[in-house]
């Protein structure tokens, strides 16, 4: 069905209207990665023609953080969110503090 105007829109019933947001939802993902890869590729290819990569003019993923030091390890992992982890230096982060306070060990948590 074509959408014309609002008056279409005001038609639909609920169930209709959450479906129609549902595709648009996902046509809205897919053409924002479909012109992100073609601007990556654009931007590759000028930034070539002119001698450079993209990582030259935008910094690529050098393993180390805008201070200098180097990223280490991840030694202790949270069980509850895998993407939370702790290499072991510097402040302990408030999830393992939390469940330490709850009677874990630190050994508990290891990679």
């Keep these: 069905m074509a959408y014309r105007n609002e008056r279409d829109l005001e038609r639909l019933s609920f169930k209709e209207l959450s479906d129609l947001q549902g595709k648009i939802q996902k046509a809205l993902a897919y053409t924002r990665e479909a012109e ?15 001698g450079f990569s993209v990582a030259e003019l935008f910094g690529g993923v050098s393993g180390r953080p805008k201070n200098g030091k180097p990223i280490g390890a991840a030694k202790y992992v949270n069980p509850a969110n895998k993407a939370q982890t702790w290499t072991g230096r510097g402040r302990r982060p408030f999830w393992l503090d939390d469940l330490l306070k709850a009677g874990h060990s630190l050994s508990d948590f290891e990679i």
């Design 36 to 50: 992100r890869t073609t601007l990556k590729q654009k931007m590759a290819a000028l930034a070539e023609s002119h």
